[in-house]
T-cell receptor, first 112, second 119 residues
Framework: SQQGEEDPQALSIQEGENATMNCSYKTSINNLQWYRQNSGRGLVHLIL?????REKHSGRLRVTLDTSKKSSSLLITASRAADTASYFC????????????FGQGTRLTINP | DTGVSQNPRHKITKRGQNVTFRCDPISEHNRLYWYRQTLGQGPEFLTYFQNEAQLEKSRLLSDRFSAERPKGSFSTLEIQRTEQGDSAMYLC?????????????????FGSGTQLSVL
């Protein structure tokens, strides 16, 4: 299966805390992307990490990739109420399917 | 606004009716994708186009679903004889795909979706 599996399915934290969500996949990848979806809206691309990268930062986001474990994590530091959303990972295979396949995502709730 | 545009935003229809949704991608994007999403689930792939060619359609997709992208620009998704199980958010996304046959670093840009309710 091409899709990533996000864990946990739901996460609730206090504003200002850090949020960590994980993604596991099963095949060799070229890169892995993370997307955010606010309720009732489309997905928004957050960050892409290539298979030869181990860590990448973008603002308050930090993504890690461990290809030996076939896993990735997304860390959001100093969370804000506006970070409340669902987060999806999408691995891109080295060869094969040309589309992004999404799992169920992690529903993150930031409590004020 | 130069993002992906989907119309209508909401559609309520009676079971058995046909519905058509439209997606206008970002103008220079050659790839266009359709996804379907139900509450609490991730987006489910339906089909995608490169320019005007439909390159893949989900094997799970009923024959009642058809999509077109006649001039390689906007796309339409039609559902014939709608059923209550078709109620979902239908998302369109576009991207630029360059010539490399290996997986690229293309990023998808999504529209806000069309919410379909079949009564």
């Amino acid at each position: 299966s091409q899709q990533g599996e996000e864990d946990p399915q739901a996460l609730s934290i206090q504003e200002g805390e850090n949020a960590t969500m994980n993604c596991s996949y099963k095949t060799s990848i070229n890169n892995l992307q993370w997307y955010r979806q606010n309720s009732g809206r489309g997905l928004v691309h957050l960050i892409l990490i290539r298979s030869n990268e181990r860590e990448k930062h973008s603002g308050r986001l930090r993504v890690t990739l461990d290809t030996s474990k076939k896993s990735s994590s997304l860390l959001i530091t100093a969370s804000r109420a506006a970070d409340t959303a669902s987060y999806f990972c999408a691995p891109t295979l080295i060869q094969g399917a040309q589309k992004l396949v999404f799992g169920q995502g992690t529903r993150l709730t930031i409590n004020p | 606004d130069t993002g992906v545009s989907q119309n209508p935003r909401h559609k309520i229809t009676k079971r058995g009716q046909n519905v058509t949704f439209r997606c206008d991608p970002i103008s220079e994007h050659n790839r266009l994708y359709w996804y379907r999403q139900t509450l609490g689930q991730g987006p489910e792939f339906l089909t995608y186009f490169q320019n005007e060619a439909q390159l893949e359609k989900s094997r799970l997709l009923s024959d009642r679903f058809s999509a077109e992208r006649p001039k390689g620009s906007f796309s339409t998704l039609e559902i014939q004889r709608t059923e209550q199980g078709d109620s979902a958010m239908y998302l369109c996304a576009s991207s630029i795909r360059t010539g490399d046959l290996l997986a690229t670093n293309e990023k998808l840009f999504f529209g806000s979706g069309t919410q379909l309710s079949v009564l």
